[in-house]
């Protein structure tokens, strides 16, 4: 199975807020915000792996500044790593108010999505190569998110988690 670039699985994903994405407050709800984020993660986890992806995780989110209805909503994703036969997705969003031309922060995210083979199960996917610094980094740092939340959702035993431990002990 041939490697893939990081930069060849990122897209960029645009929506407008309408009446009908909004809270009381007439900003976009984060339901709606965590559900075109899914799609755009699913997007790039498909375009990195060539087949069918599912969702296994999202990582805690939190959202900086409210996205005005009639505003744009800017969504970048790319893979960040490639594991067995899963992959982390990184997000980072943008509320764009075209009209006075300025952009501000959302949030920032990552999905870990995992390929399904025809009988639905988990399935081996491409390793990743990071080309650029920034793309190092979340390649680096994915390794430590990983270890994390498998020992949050009870699938990894906190002892295995070297990658982890190592933040906080020194050897
Ligand atoms: C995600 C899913 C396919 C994993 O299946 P599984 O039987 O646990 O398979 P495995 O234990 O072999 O894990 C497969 C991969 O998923 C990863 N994984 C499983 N649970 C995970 C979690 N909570 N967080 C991150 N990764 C997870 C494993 O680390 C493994 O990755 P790797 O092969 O790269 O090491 C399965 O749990 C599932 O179908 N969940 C429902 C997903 C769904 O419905 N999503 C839509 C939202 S409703």
Request: net charge negative.
């Amino acid at each position: 199975m041939e490697s893939k670039t990081a930069s060849e699985s990122f897209i960029i994903m645009n929506e407008l807020v309408l009446p009908n994405d909004t809270n009381t407050f007439g900003n976009l709800m984060g339901g709606r915000l965590m559900y075109w984020m899914d799609i755009a993660a699913g997007i790039a986890s498909g375009k990195h792996c060539n087949a069918p992806c599912m969702t296994a995780s999202v990582d805690n989110l939190s959202f900086k500044n409210p996205i005005k209805l009639g505003n744009i909503v800017h969504i970048e994703a790319q893979v960040s790593r490639a594991f067995n036969t899963s992959m982390e997705v990184h997000l980072r969003v943008w509320g764009e108010d075209s009209l006075h031309q300025y952009r501000y922060e959302s949030n920032e995210a990552y999905f870990t999505f995992v390929a399904l083979d025809p009988n639905g199960k988990p399935r081996k996917v491409p390793a990743l190569i990071p080309e650029t610094a920034e793309e190092q980094a979340l390649y680096d740092g994915a390794l430590r998110r990983r270890q994390l939340r498998l020992i949050l959702a009870g699938k990894m035993n906190p002892d295995d988690a070297s990658e982890l431990r190592a933040l906080f002990f020194k050897s």
